[in-house]
């Protein structure tokens, strides 16, 4: 009886430790394609190229900082989401060109939720940063800031600038992929995702439960 107890969290443990090393094998290999667009990025003389390579790689960089979180973690079920953004807004600042993104803070209550969430989580923070970097401030840079915070059983994520809000006008050459990109992140999130009418920039809402909740309605349309 001992004997098969013993096994069984020895291969309990086993288990966890080749769970901690594919994931770290995975972000590593995931943050080498995140590298690598962003030299290729910055080698291109097309705006619209350059452009869509960083998307691309911060889109990666997303995925590849919850696979580092997990690695570090002692819960390979959860993921911290305070930290996970923290490490992805900095990958953000150091990917930006001059400090485009120098005022971009973060202010995140310490919350857990599973990694498939945190990966929609953190591709929608890509997206509406990216998004305000690229429309919000036409003259030059401003503060981006993020924010989650837990209101009893729901998260609510934000997004805000003190830009040119809805009086800005869209870059012609965006495909809407961004919207497309956030709208499936939601949905995935079950979230609802709305403008703040009071912002005097745009600020972007988005509140979900921590666990899945029969899908709400979105009325978000983004410049992206």
Known sequence: MHASRDRFAALAAEREVLLREVNHRVGNSLQIIASLLHLQANSSAQEDVKAALTNAMGRVAAVAQVH???YTSHDLKSVLLNLYLDALLEDLRRSAEGN??????LKADSIEIDPDRAVAIGIIVNELVMNAVKYAYPDGAGPIHVELAAEGEDLV?????D???????SDPRSTGMGQRIVTAMASKLEASVDRDPAHAGT???LRFRRVNKPAAKSNFASAN
């Open 68 to 70: 580092r979180r997990l």
């Open 203 to 205: 600020r972007i809402v």
């Open 100 to 105: 485009r993104m120098s005022r971009l803070t």
């Open 163 to 169: 830009g040119v809000g809805l009086n800005g006008k």
């Open 157 to 161: 994520l934000s997004i805000a600038d």
